[in-house]
């Protein structure tokens, strides 16, 4: 029996020059899926349509409460940085919008996967890109289930996986969404996600028109050294990590010098473009994310941004951090040029309609600082001192090799973090020496990829407290609200719809503190 499916455009094949003709495009062709080739098409709409980076950025600590100056979506937003369970809205942006978005994707994959099983009598190319199209769906489903625990999941940890609770993981089409699907264990969930990645990667190619935009043996490699580092298991980090960076690394990260004679929007444009080398892998998403970034109430901030290693302070080569791409901002705004809008029109008269941005969901600075933490979590401080020394020479606007204040030692590294009070706790244990590192990489983690969203794994990864200020248009008063390590909040609720599918909400939310969000309170 052939299945029958809803399938997108092609848009990754177009490229994002081609943004708009495919936003222009019926998502309700319906076709037949008895060839690898609609099986292809069916496979560009399994990659994300949502975006997690302002519900991540706005949980993490490079979010401050800027007062009622600030412009934002005030309750929702809210929400979100005070840890509270998220029902006011279900769209993009938030964490609702974002679970609906990856179970489609996953839809997509067990639906492909499908089609290409019952595909038969096929010649010998015919079968090699069957085998290249199931690698790109489990990918897919690998990716879109990973990325659920890690937002709806507590942290990762190998002694109480089999306790926490998991995600659904659906391996077949359904005519009903997760019909029949318990949450499981984080331990199943995992082992899932692996089960997916270790096939998908065995299986998966870099035949297409437009690679950039489907996962490819590379992007898969990077993806799987987010997902090691997260199971600690560093030999794998460092096995993929070798395969994307290969033996001259440098041509593969953003070379920030030919940001600097380029226009604000100039910038915004080509940080995520596919001519960039970092920028493994490519999706287009529903978003906001472009007007609330700089704008929003809850966001980062000039003070932020300094603490956080800009400020020669605050970081280990004790230096002024001026990225070689400029940063714009004021007394309570900061915002990094990366995110370009693509508007679609709905209505034109009334001149409304929706946004989108492209997201690279792995890129190859990520992939070095992974393999860094892997080189100083295996002891190999010497290429763990590399890394860092590679990421300050392309991203350091003021980098000189005969300025000896941006060499990377050991003794730089160490003696800096030794009055560091910031305590990390991973599921694994730490010397004084990988504490170091380890508190080193993920500055630099932070600094590279402010505005991305990638701040809030890190915080989960390691248990790293987070402490939100609460201003009061009343009274002018200042409160707060945290996490600590341990807090269950550190996954957000799932969503309240799921209570007619029976799965069990987290825990952590039954005293929600309500009054955060009256107005008197805002």
Excluded at 15 to 37: A, M, Q
Excluded at 184 to 189: N, V
Excluded at 375 to 396: C, I, N, R, S, W
Aim: one cysteine or more; charged letters at 25%.
């Amino acid at each position: 029996m052939k299945g029958t499916a809803v399938t997108l455009s092609a848009l990754f094949a177009m490229g994002l020059v081609s943004c708009n003709k495919w936003l222009d495009k019926n998502p309700d062709d319906r076709t037949t899926l008895d060839n690898v080739e609609t099986i292809n098409e069916l496979l560009t709409s399994g990659y994300p349509m949502r975006s997690n980076i302002l519900m991540y950025e706005v949980r993490s600590d490079n979010a401050a409460d800027k007062g009622i100056r600030a412009w934002a979506n005030p309750t929702t937003d809210r929400e979100i940085y005070t840890f509270q369970e998220y029902i006011s809205s279900t769209y993009q942006d938030t964490p609702t919008g974002y679970w609906n978005n990856m179970y489609e994707c996953i839809s997509v994959a067990n639906q492909a996967l499908k089609g290409l099983e019952e595909l038969k009598g096929l010649t010998a190319d015919q079968a090699r890109k069957v085998a290249e199209s199931k690698g790109e769906a489990l990918m897919i489903r690998a990716y879109s289930i990973y990325m659920l625990a890690q937002t709806f999941c507590r942290p990762y940890d190998p002694s109480t996986a089999d306790q926490y609770l998991g995600v659904p993981c659906p391996t077949e089409p359904e005519d009903v969404v997760l019909k029949g699907y318990k949450r499981g264990t984080l331990k199943e969930t995992y082992d899932r996600i692996l089960k997916d990645f270790e096939e998908g990667y065995a299986l998966i190619g870099n035949s297409y028109a437009q690679p950039k935009y489907h996962w490819t043996k590379t992007s898969a490699a990077a993806l799987g050294t987010r997902i090691y580092r997260t199971l600690g298991q560093w030999d794998k980090v460092v096995e993929l990590g070798n395969f994307v960076l290969g033996t001259e690394p440098g041509i593969m990260l953003r070379d920030m010098t030919k940001y600097r004679n380029l226009s604000y929007n100039e910038q915004k444009k080509l940080y995520t473009m596919p001519t960039e080398n970092t920028n493994l892998i490519l999706n287009v998403a529903m978003s906001w994310w472009v007007g609330s970034v700089a704008d929003s109430r809850y966001g980062l901030t000039p003070s932020i941004r300094t603490r956080a290693g800009f400020g020669d302070h605050y970081n280990f080569l004790r230096v002024e951090i001026t990225p070689n791409g400029p940063y714009f901002g004021g007394t309570l705004y900061a915002n990094f040029p990366k995110w370009w809008e693509y508007f679609r029109v709905d209505n034109i008269q009334a001149g409304t309609g929706r946004g989108f941005i492209a997201v690279p969901l792995v890129t190859a600075e990520e992939v070095l600082f992974n393999m860094g933490e892997a080189y100083a979590m295996t002891g190999e401080y010497p290429k763990a001192v590399d890394a860092l020394q590679l990421f300050v020479t392309k991203f350091f606007k003021g980098y000189s090799a005969a300025d000896d204040r941006y060499t990377v030692t050991n003794d730089k590294i160490v003696s800096f973090y030794q009055t560091d009070q910031r305590v990390f706790k991973p599921f694994y244990p730490l010397d004084e020496t990988q504490t170091a590192y380890v508190k080193a990489f993920t500055d630099m983690r932070r600094v590279a990829f402010f505005q991305e969203g990638l701040r809030w794994l890190d915080i989960r990864h390691y248990n790293l407290p987070v402490e939100h200020n609460l201003l009061s248009h009343r009274d002018a008063k200042s409160s707060s609200v945290s996490l600590e390590a341990g807090d269950p909040r550190y996954a957000f609720q799932i969503p309240s719809s799921t209570k007619g599918y029976n799965l069990e909400p987290n825990p952590g939310y039954e005293k929600s503190d309500k009054s955060l969000m009256s107005s008197e309170n805002q």
